[in-house]
């Protein structure tokens, strides 16, 4: 393989694995907001939160030249992700 190339697949690799566990991360800590809102009877979404999440992430991801619509689509991923797990912890699944 030619070296140039294996850096660089090295490096995403690595990237990656960084993903994997930020990830992992944010989920322990929105599974320790879901059992406080169900423990506070609070609803599992949060509407305004969530678009100002968004706003602030779009903007984020133009400071980052990188593509605020395929930022938001991963970002709605994860909130709607979020949202099932919560939802799944009231027993609303």
Same mark, same amino acid.
Request: aromatic share 8%.
């Given at each position: 393989?030619? @070296?140039?190339?294996? &850096?660089?697949? @090295?490096?995403? !690799? /690595?990237?990656? %694995?960084?993903?994997?566990?930020l990830l992992? @991360? &944010? ?7 879901? %059992? ?8 599992? %979404? !949060?509407? !305004? #939160? ?5 706003? &602030? =992430? &779009? ?6 030249? =990188?593509?605020? !619509? *395929?930022? @938001?689509? *991963? =970002?709605?991923?994860? +909130?709607?992700?979020? +949202? #099932? ?6 027993? /609303?699944?």
């Open positions: 393989m030619d @070296e140039t190339l294996r &850096r660089y697949r @090295e490096s995403i !690799d /690595n990237i990656d %694995a960084a993903l994997v566990f992992a @991360e &944010r989920f322990k800590v929105t599974q320790a907001v879901g %059992a406080y809102k169900a423990q506070a009877e609070l609803p599992p %979404a !949060d509407p !305004d #939160r969530e678009a100002k999440q968004i706003t &602030r =992430l &779009r903007r984020l991801a133009v400071d980052a030249h =990188l593509d605020p !619509d *395929f930022t @938001e689509k *991963f =970002l709605r991923f994860i +909130i709607d992700e979020v +949202i #099932r797990h919560h939802e799944r912890m009231r027993g /609303n699944d």
